[in-house]
């Protein structure tokens, strides 16, 4: 019965690694889809800004159609944002994810001196392990349920651990800084281009 005391604290260890890998991972959701939120806000108001004082200008008349389509656009998109960004909350889903790994390691720090010793207040260690095991399954069924990348990049070395985090990077945060690149990317030409045309 010792091992399976074993085998619960090992996997108790690993969900708890990979609720808080979680929490950070859903974090990190919560910062970059705001700050790409800011970002193309701020993007809209420069060039809004900037087509009004200098409507007059060489480039801007030129490129008055593409510039108004762009902020149509960015518009709809700083819309579909916003929604998806309070419809997913980000913070509360994190937050959760936190709570589920303290309430683990809680409940490994109740067990793990238990482990070597026979009996422990007068439980045998087949009871020990029941009673942990029903408290660990009661824990991970009022939360939510960390996604397999998280046990992924928290449970692998080396190269391995690098794939799942170019992995995560790739399917997960490129499109918020795809967003900010983009945004900033027209700002400036807009930006330069009046300029140069001044």
């Known amino acids: 019965m010792k091992s ?17 890998f979680a929490s950070r991972r859903i974090g990190k959701h919560d910062n970059l889809s705001l700050w790409s939120l800011t970002t193309l806000a701020f993007c809209l108001i420069i060039i809004s800004m900037i087509t009004q004082v200098y409507k007059d200008n060489l480039f801007v008349a030129e490129y008055i159609k593409f510039i108004n389509f762009s902020i149509t656009s960015m518009s709809v998109f700083a819309l579909v944002i916003s929604v998806l960004i309070q419809k997913s909350n980000f913070a509360l889903r994190s937050d959760k994810y936190r709570n589920q790994a303290m309430d683990i390691s809680e409940l490994r720090i109740s067990f793990k001196h ?13 009871e020990l392990y029941v009673e942990k095991s029903e408290k660990y399954a ?14 992924l990049i928290t449970n692998s070395k080396g190269i391995e651990n690098k794939y799942y985090n170019g992995w995560l990077f790739f399917t ?3 499109g918020y800084w795809g967003i900010i690149a983009v945004t900033l990317s027209l700002l400036s030409w807009v930006s330069l281009g009046v300029l140069a045309a001044v």
Request: aromatic share 8%; with cysteine; glycine share 4%.
């Open 4 to 20: 399976q005391l074993q085998d619960l604290y090992k996997r108790t260890g690993q969900t708890k690694e990979s609720c808080f």
């Open 114 to 126: 238990l482990i070597e010793s026979p009996s422990a207040n007068g439980k045998s260690q087949e």
């Open 138 to 151: 009661e824990i991970l069924n009022r939360n939510l349920v960390h996604e397999q990348i998280d046990f």
């Open 172 to 174: 997960e945060y490129l």
